[in-house]
């Protein structure tokens, strides 16, 4: 694929490097020109740095949005033409202080990019994780692979996303459609707070899937 990726931080650097390993043509744009030579040189010697609209020019198969909540919805307006008819994946966290959701009550980052971009394909994923999770070859824990959830409403889009989810090295899991995206973001929201704020372990929540209905079902089945 060719991959234009908007923003030149941590997220951008750890997904692109991936995809770069994967084959994938990748061109990083970012508004300072010289983070993005800097973060395209690091992340291999045929990633090409640019700009933010020459890089979602670029992206004919897929485009990152690797920018922070609020510069996102921005970014998208100003390219809304550059970014017609593509997939636009997000992987952004409206968090703010406090662990609070910034969007509680409105609607999701994602769906923010997808009113700021109505031509493009917005599908949201890579959100729940912390960047040192995506650097890692590749995100295997017990012996599993990470499963990430992606929501969007396009069908071709949401193949592309599912081919870099397992570019990654990671499963892709049917979140549903752009809709559920807010779920996501909440979810997010709690889990850094659970995780930083009282350093419970979240993985601890939720019981086997074999007891998800409850043991009186698994029992019956």
């Known amino acids: 694929m060719r991959i234009g990726v908007l923003g030149t931080g941590r997220m951008a650097d750890a997904l692109a490097t991936h995809w770069v390993r994967a084959g994938h043509e990748v061109t990083v744009g970012g508004r300072d020109a010289h983070q993005a030579e800097r973060l395209a040189m690091r992340i291999g010697s045929d990633v090409r740095p640019a700009s933010l609209r020459a890089a979602a020019e670029f992206g004919q198969e897929a485009v990152l949005a690797a920018l922070p909540f609020g510069a996102g919805?921005?970014?998208?307006?100003?390219?809304?033409?550059?970014?017609?008819?593509?997939?636009?994946?997000?992987?952004?966290?409206?968090?703010?202080?406090?662990?609070?959701?910034?969007?509680?009550?409105?609607?999701?980052?994602?769906q923010q990019l997808a009113a700021a971009a109505p031509g493009a394909h917005v599908v949201k994923a890579f959100n729940l994780c912390h960047e040192d999770v995506w650097r890692m070859r590749p995100p295997v824990f017990d012996g599993r692979p990470l499963a990430v959830p992606v929501c969007g409403d396009d069908e071709t889009a949401l193949a592309r996303v599912r081919e870099l989810v397992r570019d990654v090295g990671c499963e892709p899991v049917a979140g549903g459609g752009l809709s559920r995206a807010g779920l996501l973001e909440a979810t997010a929201a709690l889990f850094i707070a659970l995780w930083v704020g009282e350093g419970a372990d979240v993985q601890a929540i939720a019981p086997p899937l074999a007891y998800a209905a409850g043991p009186s079902h698994r029992e019956t089945a």
């Open 73 to 110: 919805a921005e970014v998208a307006r100003e390219l809304r033409a550059a970014l017609e008819g593509k997939v636009l994946l997000d992987c952004s966290n409206p968090v703010g202080p406090g662990f609070r959701l910034l969007t509680e009550g409105g609607p999701s980052a994602a």
